[in-house]
């Protein structure tokens, strides 16, 4: 079996199963208790959660430790509008996940306005037409990190300054989830103010992420109780899963895991390129600075997307048509159509997304299958 599916989840690291292993067994008292061994494993979450916030470059910070990258995005959102006295507008495009989109739809309930920033064909925000819709009513700009169809990575460093600098206040947030550790994120220089993350798109385990926030940011809690994480989120932490998470960024810090996933992909690349008929959706694929390690969005002239994604796995190879999270719920992608592709184009494409664990052999097999299926499909369809 080859998976290529690691932007919808990611096998563990050994490393990180060992270090959840011994703090289930070991560590498993809970963190909010006063005794020496309670201490002792909260000081082991607090570790991970240093780590992290030094990877974002925000040092002095705030991480809340969440049940995922949905709970993250939600709180930001959520928390952050019920702090605000009187209605505001909320900007967003419509490639965002549907953890923030189908979240500002309760904002609107509320009484905000929303309104969508336009994408280029290249799958990254309009950045001068965004910036034409900041107005002084204006308090929240959305833009996730990195698309997790496209591998597009979003010009949020030019929309938060730029956003800034017309409606001083504003607030930024971004969802993080495809983008921390494989691509580069400083919250400081970039002007973002709350990122949202997830452990089990780094190799780490599912059911714990973060929603990291500039230490002047204020939120009003979505879940309560009994006052952990500074009363933002309550819950007993999940301490096994923290480690997990900590121990898969500590993996991931090691610039030669995403430069090794990176030469994966420039592999495939190379060897589909090649093949007539076969294009890609998004920025230039190998181009780094706007396009992510790990994801490739390509079509297949004259062959459907959910053909080709069920030829490769009666092949052992396993990859999407697009988002996890939406995969049985629409046929056409919202962030292909909002790029310009056509009906046939949108309905070609098939997502590629490429893990730590992949290897050379693995991109020279799938691509080979793929070109073989994709003729084949092809003179199946002209009978």
């Known amino acids: ?53 030094k990877q974002l470059g925000l040092p002095r910070g705030q991480l809340f430790f969440t049940g995922g990258g949905s709970e993250s995005d939600n709180l930001g959102i959520l928390g952050f509008a019920e702090t605000l006295h009187e209605p505001g507008t909320f900007l967003v495009s419509q490639m965002e ?51 997790n169809e496209t591998g597009a990575i979003q010009p949020i460093g030019e929309l ?21 550790m494989r691509v580069p994120m400083n919250m400081r220089e970039t002007g973002v103010d709350l990122y ?15 929603l990291a926030a500039a230490p002047e940011i204020r939120l009003v809690p979505q879940i309560t109780g009994g006052g952990q994480e500074a009363g933002v989120r309550s819950g007993t932490l999940n301490s096994p899963g923290i480690r997990g998470l900590g121990t898969a960024v500590e993996r991931c810090s090691d610039e030669c895991v995403m430069d090794t996933v990176y030469a994966l992909k420039s592999r495939l690349v190379g060897l ?60 056409v992608s919202a962030t292909l159509k909002a790029m310009g592709l056509g009906s046939d184009a949108a309905d070609g494409t098939i997502r590629v997304s490429i893990g730590a664990m992949n290897t050379m052999d693995e991109m020279d097999t799938a691509a080979g299958a793929m070109i073989e299926a994709a003729k084949m499909l092809r003179q199946f369809r002209r009978r």
């Open 1 to 53: 079996m080859i998976y290529l599916d690691n932007s919808a989840t990611t096998r563990p690291f050994e490393s990180v199963i060992a270090e959840m292993d011994r703090c289930m067994r070991d560590d498993y008292y809970n963190v909010s208790a006063a005794y020496a061994p309670a201490m002792l494993a909260e000081k082991n979450v607090e570790a991970a959660r240093g780590q992290i916030l």
């Open 97 to 147: 996940h549907p953890a923030v989109l189908e979240t500002l739809k309760r904002v609107q309930r509320q009484g905000h306005t929303v309104r969508m920033m336009p994408i280029a064909r290249d799958g990254r925000i309009d950045t001068a037409a965004a910036l034409e819709l900041v107005d002084e009513k204006t308090v929240m700009l959305l833009c996730m990190h990195v698309n």
């Open 160 to 180: 938060s300054k730029g956003a800034k600098a017309i409606r001083p206040g504003l607030v930024v947030l971004s969802d993080g989830v495809q983008g921390f």
């Open 196 to 210: 949202a993350l997830s452990a089990h798109k780094i190799h780490g385990p599912k059911g714990v992420g973060a």
């Open 272 to 331: 589909l390129k090649a093949e007539d008929g076969i294009a890609f959706n998004g920025p230039d694929p190998l181009d780094r600075e706007v396009s992510a390690p790990h994801i490739l969005s390509a079509r297949f002239e004259g062959v459907r997307g959910e053909v080709m994604r069920n030829a490769l796995e009666a092949k052992g190879i396993l990859v999407s048509t697009g988002s996890a999270c939406g995969s049985h719920k629409q046929k």
